[in-house]
Nanobody, 126 residues
Framework: QVQLVESGGGLVQAGGSLRLSCAAS????????MGWFRQTPSEEREFVAA????????RYADSVKGRFTISRDNAKNTVYLQMINLKPEDTAVYYC???????????????????WGQGTQVTVSS
């Protein structure tokens, strides 16, 4: 069992930055690729970024490429999402996620993940 807790969300002006953290407990994250997703009340949960288990590979949604950076510190059992040049359309609840089985590839679909955090709200004002 893996418990994930996101933090770092908040209200920021357009062009600003935030750094989200996802702390895991219950099991080491080392064997798991990890992902970040986001969701607004009117939209499906969408893929944002994913990182390979050793941090040697990343994937990003086209909408965030060049602005968001996913990273991980396996020693701290934590995954991060650095967000710069934020836009109002980035406003959403952000979730981190882990797959059920270790060593899985960096999935881009919510169905490829099993463990989810409670989410952290990011609001970008124009």
């Amino acid at each position: 069992q893996v418990q994930l807790v996101e933090s770092g969300g908040g209200l920021v002006q357009a062009g600003g930055s935030l750094r989200l953290s996802c702390a895991a407990s219950g099991r080491t994250l080392v064997p798991y690729a990890m992902g970040w997703f986001r969701q607004t009340p009117s939209e499906e949960r969408e893929f944002v970024a994913a990182i390979a288990r050793r941090g040697d590979g990343t994937r990003y949604a086209d909408s965030v490429k060049g602005r968001f950076t996913i990273s991980r510190d396996n020693a701290k059992n934590t995954v991060y999402l650095q967000m710069i040049n934020l836009k109002p359309e980035d406003t959403a609840v952000y979730y981190c996620a882990a797959p059920l089985f270790p060593a899985q590839a960096m999935g881009v679909r919510p169905s490829e993940y099993f463990y989810w955090g409670q989410g952290t709200q990011v609001t970008v004002s124009s």
